[in-house]
C-alpha cells in the first residue's frame, strides 16, 4: 500500500538553528499539507501547497516557516530559526485532489528544540 | 470551519460494536463529514467521509442524520488495535486542509 514517508524520525536541534524536515508524499498525488501536534494538544493544520504554491496557510505559518517541493518527489518544511515552542510533532500528508477525499498522513518527525 | 462536538472519552469492550457520536448542528450543505483516527504514537489515519447518504467501508461505517447535525461512526467489532482518538471533522469546499478538534479518546478493554 502507498505511503508517506517522512524523515528523519527525530530530530533534535539547538535554538536559533535552522531545520528541515522531509516527506515523500504519494506519486500520483497533488496536493500536499504540513500539520504539527504539540505534546498533549489537538493536530493543528499549517499550511496546503499545490501545483508548486502555498494555497492556504495557518496563523502559525509566520515568515520563519517556508516550505518547498525541490525535485518533483519530496517535500519539505523549513523552519529558518527555530524556538523552544516549535518542539511539537511534524506531519506531512497528501491527497490525490483537496475535495471529498482522503489524506494520507506520514508516521511524523518528532522535532526537539534545546 | 464548522464544528463538531465529541465527547472526550469512551470506553468499549473487544468484539462488541462502538457507536462514536459527533455533533455538527451549524453544518452547512456543502460540508462532507470526514473522521480520522490516530493511533498512539501515530500519524493520523482515513477512517471515512460522506456527505448526505450512510456510508460503510472496509474499516466502518458512518451513520448521517437525516438533518445532517449529527453522525455516528460504527466500529462493528473493536478489536484492541482500535484504541486511538477518533476526530470528526467537517471539510468545507473551499480547500483540501483539515481542522481537528479534540476528538473521542476511546479505549477498548480485553
Known amino acids: 500500500e502507498p505511503e508517506v514517508t517522512q524523515t528523519p524520525s527525530h530530530q533534535v536541534t539547538q535554538m536559533g538553528q535552522e531545520v528541515i524536515l522531509r516527506c515523500v508524499p504519494i506519486s500520483n498525488h497533488l496536493y500536499f499539507y504540513w500539520y504539527r501536534q504539540i505534546l498533549g494538544q489537538k493536530v493543528e493544520f499549517l499550511v496546503s501547497?499545490?501545483?508548486?504554491?502555498?494555497?492556504?496557510k495557518s496563523e502559525i505559518f509566520d515568515d520563519q516557516f517556508s516550505v518547498e517541493r525541490p525535485d518533483g518527489s519530496n517535500f519539505t518544511l523549513k523552519i529558518r530559526s527555530t524556538k523552544l515552542e516549535d518542539s511539537a510533532m511534524y506531519f506531512c500528508a497528501s491527497s490525490e485532489r483537496a475535495l471529498n477525499t482522503e489524506a494520507f498522513f506520514g508516521q511524523g518527525t518528532r522535532l526537539t528544540v534545546v | 470551519d464548522a464544528k463538531t462536538t465529541q465527547p472526550n472519552s469512551m470506553e468499549s469492550n473487544e468484539e462488541e460494536p462502538v457507536h462514536l457520536p459527533c455533533n455538527h448542528s451549524?453544518?452547512?450543505?456543502?460540508?462532507?463529514i470526514h473522521w480520522y483516527r490516530q493511533l498512539p504514537s501515530q500519524g493520523p489515519e482515513y477512517v471515512i467521509h460522506g456527505l448526505t447518504s450512510n456510508v460503510n467501508n472496509r474499516m466502518a461505517s458512518l451513520a448521517i442524520a437525516e438533518d445532517r447535525k449529527s453522525s455516528t461512526l460504527i466500529l462493528h467489532r473493536a478489536t484492541l488495535r482500535d484504541a486511538a482518538v477518533y476526530y470528526c471533522?467537517?471539510?468545507?469546499?473551499?480547500?483540501?486542509?483539515?481542522?481537528f478538534g479534540q476528538g473521542t479518546e476511546l479505549s477498548v478493554k480485553p
Open positions: 501547497f499545490y501545483n508548486n504554491e502555498i494555497s492556504e
Open positions: 451549524t453544518i452547512s450543505g456543502t460540508d462532507y
Open positions: 471533522i467537517l471539510k468545507d469546499n473551499q480547500g483540501g486542509k483539515l481542522i
